[in-house]
């Protein structure tokens, strides 16, 4: 699925945190059932390419995946050979994103100040990603958008719940990447569905 019909249906990228490789699929079926349809697996988790793999595989045509935490041009290389079409970084680096661009995939890289951002567009990305959103805050966010380009998709993620998502929809986000307000290593799949449920009902309210 390609991600901007995935954000169609519903603006949240789950983010899977400290997930394994055998337990992937039972929690992405989770999210699948909710109504969620992107998931990214960041690479500081236990065998995230793996992971990565069976994802893709599963769940072909019916979720956007991807990985977090991509730091370097090689990883994502690693990203592309596993399967993954999302390549989510925490920070702003011009040659991971022109590398994902190369290679056909969707890059969303961090930032925190107009320097980074636009750093980001020049290089090709078009989502980005305000990380940790809560360290800066929906003020912050409205601002930035006022001198951001108007295809710049703003995503907010760190720290953001389905309880804030309005607020931060209303200040300009476009998108939403959550972790353990969807995910914690531990839990079983049908917690992720209870969670998953309660982000998507939220979602749905946005607008």
């Known amino acids: 699925m390609r991600l901007e019909d995935a954000l169609a249906a519903c603006p949240v990228v789950a983010i899977f945190r400290g997930v394994t490789p055998d337990e992937a699929s039972a929690h992405v079926e989770a999210l ?3 109504g969620v349809r992107a998931v990214e697996v960041p690479l500081n988790s236990p065998q995230p390419l793996e992971s990565v793999r069976r994802i893709a595989e599963a769940f072909a045509g019916r979720m956007a995946v991807g990985a ?3 730091l370097s041009p090689a990883q994502v290389d690693e990203v592309a050979a596993a399967g993954g079409r999302i390549v989510v970084s925490p920070n702003t680096r011009p040659d991971v994103i022109r590398r994902t661009l190369d290679l056909g995939l969707e890059p969303v890289p961090g930032f925190a100040t107009a320097t980074e951002a636009f750093d980001a ?7 980005l990603k305000l990380f940790p959103a809560a360290t800066y805050g929906t003020t912050h966010l409205r601002q930035l958008r006022a001198v951001l380009p108007a295809d710049a998709d703003v995503w907010a993620v760190g720290g953001v719940g389905p309880d804030a998502m309005a607020q931060w ?3 300009g986000a476009r998108g939403f990447g959550l972790g353990g307000e969807l995910y914690r290593p531990g839990q079983d799949a049908a917690q992720t569905r209870e969670k998953a449920q309660r982000v ?8």
Do not use: I, K, P, S
Not at 200 to 207: I, Y
């Open 169 to 171: 929809w209303e200040a």
């Open 32 to 34: 699948f059932q909710a």
């Open 68 to 70: 977090g935490t991509v």
């Open 200 to 207: 998507v009902a939220a979602a749905r309210a946005l607008g």
């Open 121 to 127: 567009y020049e290089a090709g990305a078009r989502r």
